[in-house]
């Protein structure tokens, strides 16, 4: 880009050529984007030069911080000596191999096998295909359901928008396709009875899941898909419990988990797998965002034996494995990678999350246990949501034309504050790089805590919200 290109020139082209993901198109038409040019640490500048703290560590992908030279020089020597090369019909790059190892290594349970590819989007598609070869393999061809819970996210190609259980994802898109199921999600706020224990809450959720089998009939359900943590649908930790009831049952009915570990994986919720700290017994895994703090694209699916074995079955039925992405197992994305992965393990930035995480939800929690409009105060590690609502007792939405969590994510901007307003509900989300510093942690909070203030008078004043 010509670093002396006008911002003015960068919005109206913005306006003429640019389709945004997740836009309101008509809004950013009349208004333009707010375009950034500069990243260090924790921070971003834009092309007016205000700075502003990124809470979102872009989207929950940063981990490292912006404007590692580490990671800049890893790219330019790779380049150098080899950008690109394919991975089809045997052929390999050193790269791929090496951070192949390393995964396995890392993984929580044990595992066998890395498949590469360039989103979660396109991994979690990939997942669903390795589940049906698997399953067509042993003979089960009618065993192809694939069950994901409401309020879960999953990515947007065609399988994945419609794993993920936020209806406005589908729609306009025709989605979800046949075959995905969705359960009841983990999420006490909304989801338990009055007074509910948290063992009663997690019989009726495992409950759920098995009547949803039984009414589909085990013999067509393949797989179920999870995020430890579930991100984008509002930060939401099950409760105690949650997951070994969901394992026994997946179990008993012969059904494959696939942990969905994009946002958690590789420290964000204190531990190198969101699978380790809640207790998941994945057969495969799906990894991506933080296995390069998104300096370049990167995914994986890392599979079990059990899957590897199957798969070796279907090359004896099928014939070649014909699967795969010209940027599978990109060489530079992979040094990219390992590097990336060195400097989490070299400066304990995983106990580092941990740690600021603690700091965080203590903050969050001064900062709004006290405001009656605050509904929950919810996360783990260095993932964390505040959840507003119209009323607290009995726990009331607010209506969704408010848009209260969009206005406050708005009034944060003004305050030099990124943060984000999950897609349903009225939850704003924090998720900041694992270098921030204990007193931008501070600052983060406070700056969230004046934009929640001026949106609630101005909701007051309005005549919205009676505080």
């Not at 809470?55 to 800049?72: F, P, T």
């Not at 949650?242 to 026994?248: L, N």
Request: aromatic share 8%; with cysteine; glycine share 10%.
């Amino acid at each position: 880009m010509d670093s002396h290109t006008p911002s003015t020139d960068l919005h109206d082209l913005d306006r003429r050529y640019f389709l945004h993901p997740f836009t309101a198109l008509a809004e950013h038409e009349r208004n333009g984007p707010l375009v950034m040019v500069k990243g260090e640490g924790v921070w971003l500048e834009d092309t007016s030069g205000r700075r502003y703290i990124d809470s979102m560590a872009g989207l929950w992908c940063v981990n490292v911080g912006y404007g590692r030279r580490e990671i800049a020089d890893t790219l330019h020597a790779q380049a150098m000596r080899l950008p690109y090369y394919h991975s089809f019909s045997s052929m390999a790059t050193d790269t791929p191999i090496l951070l192949a190892e390393k995964l396995i290594k890392l993984s929580p349970v044990p595992m066998s096998k890395v498949f590469f590819g360039n989103s979660g989007s396109d991994a979690n598609d990939t997942q669903v295909k390795l589940v049906w070869y698997y399953n067509n393999a042993r003979g089960l061809p009618q065993k192809k359901k694939i069950i994901a819970r409401n309020r879960g996210y999953h990515g947007v190609t065609m399988v994945a928008t419609g794993l993920t259980g936020l209806p406005g994802m589908h729609a306009g898109f025709d989605l979800p396709l046949p075959f995905i199921r969705h359960t009841t999600a983990p999420h006490r706020l909304w989801q338990a009875e009055p007074g509910q224990s948290d063992a009663a809450f997690v019989a009726r959720l495992a409950a759920d899941l098995e009547s949803l089998i039984l009414a589909e009939g085990p013999d067509t359900v393949a797989a179920m898909i999870m995020e430890p943590v579930m991100g984008a649908g509002g930060v939401i930790v099950p409760p105690p419990g949650y997951y070994a009831a969901m394992q026994a049952v997946l179990d008993k009915y012969d059904v494959l988990l696939i942990a969905d570990e994009v946002i958690c994986g590789f420290g964000r919720l204190g531990t190198q797998f969101g699978s380790e700290k809640m207790g998941m017994r994945p057969d495969l895994m799906t990894v991506a965002k933080g296995i390069t703090s998104a300096y370049v694209p990167l995914s994986a699916c890392i599979i079990s034996e059990k899957i590897w074995q199957g798969l070796l079955l279907g090359g004896e039925k099928y014939g070649a494995f014909a699967h795969g992405y010209t940027y599978s197992a990109h060489p530079l994305a992979a040094a990219v990678a390992l590097t990336n992965l060195q400097i989490i393990e070299d400066e304990g930035l995983v106990a580092q999350a941990g740690a600021r995480g603690e700091l965080m939800h203590r903050l969050l929690r001064d900062a709004f246990a006290d405001h009656p409009a605050v509904g929950e105060i919810r996360g783990v590690g260095l993932m964390g949501a505040v959840e507003f609502v119209a009323l607290r007792d009995p726990a009331t939405p607010f209506d969704p034309s408010l848009k209260v969590a969009a206005r406050i994510a708005r009034a944060a901007l003004e305050e030099g504050l990124i943060t984000r307003a999950l897609p349903q509900g009225d939850s704003i989300s924090f998720s900041p790089p694992f270098v921030i510093s204990e007193d931008e942690v501070v600052e983060m909070v406070a700056r969230a805590r004046r934009a929640v203030d001026k949106v609630f008078t101005q909701l007051h004043a309005e005549g919205h919200w009676k505080g």
